[in-house]
């Protein structure tokens, strides 16, 4: 059977990966939960990477995100569904066994480590954008995108790393990886050695292996995860490769934030701006993986992959079931990605 949606009333403490600390990070509560409808749009969103985005682009942003976190005058509070302290929760709730994946249960969901991942992070997103657009009522607002897979987008986006006032600062990451540094796609904990251009060349081959080497949908998306498993039985390609790599990258030094917070933790991701930007580039490789010309790739069919369920607010607060089919194709929730430019498709490791 598929992993159903949590029950909110049943959230309890999530754990610190890594440490025996705990920490609450459990949403509030709702009576009434909503089934998932696909949006009505006129146009679609298109996603802009985050180094090229426009001043006036970024002043919307930048509203946008003082208002979720209630910086600024007609912004959230922090106990409202759609602030950014409570969409954080989100991740850390999911990815920390704060839920049981039913009453009684001892096993908790995990939304990592498995064919999950995918789909949780792209709904996840996509109620995301909704609360940014319509703090500042733009229905088209489209959330930025980190292009750590092209040379120009590979060091931090120059946006998030002013600290002067923007929302999109964090003082949490690791002071020896910004701008204008380039991410390492294979960062283990060590710093690399090679030259900007070698390190390049390699992340290009780990784009290449993880998005265009992975023919099934267990090797892309990740192993399956059903109901009553205790844990999922693995990560997809991208998922351990390149998305923990940066996570892991981006994350402060560990003489500075004993648990790597706030990328490189589960429990404290989701409080870094620019973890919204980092996922968006990683939903973007599902469609990369999905739309390649060749031998199709396609997405799994299994009824407990496509009927696995998670429960978000959306832009009105409403508490909505979510199904992982409901989440297929991207356009079909209104978004896309703006066309840039992959030069690792073709380069052969
Ligand atoms: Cu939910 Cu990048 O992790």
Redesign the pocket.
């Known amino acids: 059977a598929p992993i159903s949606a949590p029950d909110l009333t049943l959230c309890g403490d999530a754990t610190i990966t890594g440490s025996t600390e705990k920490v609450f990070c459990c949403p509030p509560t709702s009576e009434r939960i909503i089934d998932f409808k696909p949006p009505r749009f006129n146009k679609i969103r298109y996603r802009p990477p985050a180094h090229q985005v426009s001043p006036q682009y970024l002043a919307k942003f930048e509203r946008a995100m003082n208002l979720m976190q209630g910086n600024i005058p007609g912004g959230l509070s922090e106990d409202d569904p759609r602030s950014f302290k409570q969409q954080a929760d989100v991740?850390c709730a999911y990815?920390n066994g704060a839920y049981p994946q039913a009453t009684g249960s001892t096993k908790t969901i995990q939304?990592?480590n498995g064919w999950l991942f995918f789909p949780f992070?792209r709904l996840y997103l996509y109620f995301y954008e909704r609360i940014l657009g319509s703090l500042i009522g733009d229905e088209e607002f489209a959330m930025p995108y980190w292009m750590w897979d092209n040379p120009a987008g590979m060091p931090i986006p120059a946006i998030y790393n002013n600290n002067v006032n923007s929302p999109l600062y964090d003082s949490r990451r690791n002071p020896d990886h910004l701008p204008p540094k380039l991410a390492d796609l294979n960062y283990n904990g060590t710093e690399t050695t090679l030259s900007d251009k070698d390190l390049i060349f390699s992340n290009f081959n780990v784009m290449n292996k993880q998005v265009i080497g992975q023919r099934f949908p267990s090797l892309f998306l990740g192993q399956p995860y059903r109901a009553g498993d205790d844990n999922p039985k693995g990560a997809g390609s991208i998922e351990a490769g390149c998305?923990t790599a940066i996570?892991r990258w981006v994350g402060d030094r560990r003489d500075r934030q004993k648990n790597g917070e706030d990328m490189g933790n589960?429990y404290s991701?989701g409080k870094d701006p620019l973890?919204y930007a980092?996922?968006c580039n990683?939903d973007r490789m599902w469609n990369i993986w999905k739309n390649f010309p060749g031998p199709k790739r396609c997405d799994f069919t299994d009824p407990d992959w496509l009927n696995a369920s998670f429960l978000f607010y959306d832009e009105n607060k409403n508490l909505v079931r979510c199904k992982v089919s409901d989440c297929l194709d991207s356009k079909a929730l209104g978004y896309d990605y703006q066309i840039a430019d992959t030069p690792w498709l073709h380069t052969r490791p």
């Open positions: 991740h990815c939304v990592h992070h998305h996570h589960f991701a973890f980092h996922h990683v």
